[in-house]
């Protein structure tokens, strides 16, 4: 588990994070959500032990990554998957990694079948495309088999297929009972990908809760109200008979009514009232996009000098009123609905227990040999990293000198003293 206490980073007069605290449990992908600039990297950092906080703690397993035991084959990590020798081969990259952590060869071609790399491991990197960069990285993440990994934008220039594969091995990863902590931008994929988020806006925690609870806690459903297509007049008729009891009618593209703050059963009355067919009546919920939004406007540091919602936004309907601002999230969205908690909390809190393991873990399906067996390359002293194996780092006493990280993309450490049985 990661957990953050009071976590405080200052650069000079910036402050990239604020007073975060937050758990990151296992057996669970959770997402690490935010705006440009919102402190999630300097975060991932300080967990890595990369940069030192201003204030607070983070650890992993108890220890703070620096005093981690057997940290590589504890914690893998892509923060910046540029950051590899050009020169070098996509191999001989990962060979290097894999002999500084005591680590033996064979895994460095296994981790290579895992990402697809096998064909070009002799290939020098610098060659490679933003999508085989990001192949690597995760190469150099899964070296050591952790327990616990972070991934910041991982999905990063990768095709749709190669979209699809992180999905499902950042799943596969998570149902092993290992700690999958990952970043990204895209909100389509992090609701197929994510059960738990973490959003931050300006270095501060706004959210801490699952998808599902994230999505009701930041936007109302919605239905969507059909008339016949060639008869105008009839969807006017509606929305003047539901705006008058009380709903919120905006118009969508399709010719389609989304209406708000009348239950399914009332709209259908209405319609019978007003005399008018419908051709559909359905309940629809927001979707994780249009819930960030709304959360995130508030802490938006960059935005373009247009307004980059105007290609979003409706027209109002005669007569329709504006949604209410909620406090501390700015203006709200017009292609969202209105917030569910007006004037009151911005954000519900988290509820219920966090994510738990999985009951059964699964073995090793994103194709790995030896993928949720035990770790082919033997136990470490202290518990053992092997996958869906007891948390090694539970039992074990900190050691006496601190492990210091190398690089961004490799956090991995020089003064492990495992050494390999066959690296070459
Ligand atoms: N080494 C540094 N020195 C000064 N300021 C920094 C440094 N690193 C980060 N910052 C500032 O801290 C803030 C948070 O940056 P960070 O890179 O953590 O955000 P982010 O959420 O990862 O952004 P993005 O989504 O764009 O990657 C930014 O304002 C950034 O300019």
């Not at 909390?345 to 035990?374: L, N, T, V």
């Amino acid at each position: 588990m990661i957990e953050a206490v009071g976590l405080t980073k200052r650069y000079g007069d910036k402050t990239a994070v604020y007073n975060l605290s937050f758990q990151v449990r296992p057996g669970a992908v959770t997402g690490f959500l935010g705006p440009n600039g919102s402190g999630k990297s300097t975060t991932m950092r300080m967990i890595l032990g990369l940069d030192n906080p201003t204030a607070g703690t983070v650890t992993i397993g108890g220890y703070p990554y620096r005093r981690l035991p057997n940290a590589p084959r504890q914690v893998g990590a892509l923060l910046d998957a540029k950051a590899v020798h050009g020169g070098r081969s996509a191999r001989n990259h990962l060979l290097c990694l894999a002999q500084l952590s005591g680590i033996p060869a064979r895994r460095v071609d296994e981790v290579l079948g895992v990402v697809g790399l096998q064909g070009v491991a002799k290939k020098r990197s610098k060659g490679f495309s933003l999508g085989m960069g990001q192949r690597l990285g995760i190469a150099a993440a899964l070296l050591g088999d952790p327990q616990v990994l972070l991934f910041d934008e991982p999905v990063n220039g990768l095709d749709p297929e190669g979209i699809l594969w992180v999905r499902n091995l950042m799943k596969a990863l998570a149902a092993e009972g290992r700690t999958v902590f990952v970043s990204s931008h895209l909100m389509s994929e992090m609701a197929l990908t994510a059960d738990h988020l973490i959003v931050i806006g300006r270095g501060q925690l706004l959210a801490d809760m699952s998808v599902t609870d994230f999505i009701s806690a930041n936007s109302a459903d919605f239905a969507r109200v059909r008339t016949p297509d060639a008869e105008p007049q009839l969807r006017e008729k509606l929305t003047a008979a539901l705006t008058e009891a009380g709903g919120h009618v905006l118009p969508e593209q399709d010719g389609a009514l989304r209406v708000t703050g009348l239950p399914l059963p009332r709209i259908s009355d209405l319609a019978h009232e007003a005399d008018v067919r419908l051709w559909e009546l359905s309940p629809h919920q927001a979707s994780l996009e249009e819930a960030y939004m709304r959360m995130t406007q508030g802490a938006v540091d960059y935005r373009s000098t247009t307004d980059q919602k105007a290609g979003l936004m409706q027209p109002l309907p005669p007569g329709a009123q504006p949604p209410v601002p909620v406090p501390g999230q700015g203006q709200p969205g017009w292609y969202a609905p209105p917030p569910p908690q007006q004037g009151g909390q911005p954000f519900a809190p988290p509820q219920g227990p966090p994510q738990g393991a999985p009951g059964q873990p699964a073995a090793g399906p994103y194709g790995a040999p030896g993928a949720g067996a035990p770790n082919p390359y033997g136990a470490p002293a202290a518990g053992g990293p092997g996958a869906g194996g007891p948390n090694p780092y539970a039992q074990a006493a900190p050691p006496s000198a601190p492990a210091e990280p190398t690089s961004a993309a490799e956090p991995t450490s020089a003064a492990d003293s495992t050494k390999p049985e066959d690296a070459r």
